[in-house]
Nanobody, 126 residues
Framework: QAQLVVSGGGLVQPGESLSLSCVAP????????MGWFRQVPWKEREGISC????????FYADSVKGRFTIVRDNPKNMIYPQMNNLNPEDRGVYYC???????????????????WGQGTQVTVSS
């Protein structure tokens, strides 16, 4: 069975950087796309960055373009975002997800068929 193992998160000050990690020990070919979502209280879970091994496509939310980079290590079934120049708006619980088809599909239109990992808290505060 597929399983997403999430690590990282924590407390950082504005302007600092942080890396998260998501590893799928039981990865199968069904999950060609993986990505990260952020959820804050009273708001819908938002796709932050996704990547697909199907067509090597990537997706970035407008709010993180130029600051976040997403890397997927397909042989290791791992995906991690490098988050630079963090600001308080980046705070929230970050979730790793995996699904089929394209990166844009996963990030923009998540499906009940997508597989979700445990969330990790990211706090940006001085």
């Amino acid at each position: 069975q597929a399983q997403l193992v999430v690590s990282g998160g924590g407390l950082v000050q504005p302007g600092e950087s942080l890396s998260l990690s998501c590893v799928a020990p039981g990865f199968t070919s069904e999950y060609s796309s993986m990505g990260w979502f952020r959820q804050v209280p009273w708001k819908e879970r938002e796709g932050i960055s996704c990547a697909s091994s199907h067509d090597d496509s990537t997706f970035y939310a407008d709010s993180v373009k130029g600051r976040f980079t997403i890397v997927r290590d397909n042989p290791k079934n791992m995906i991690y975002p490098q988050m630079n120049n963090l600001n308080p708006e980046d705070r929230g619980v970050y979730y790793c997800a995996a699904g089929g088809a394209l990166a844009s599909r996963l990030c923009m239109s998540p499906s009940p068929d997508d597989f979700w990992g445990q969330g990790t808290q990211v706090t940006v505060s001085s």
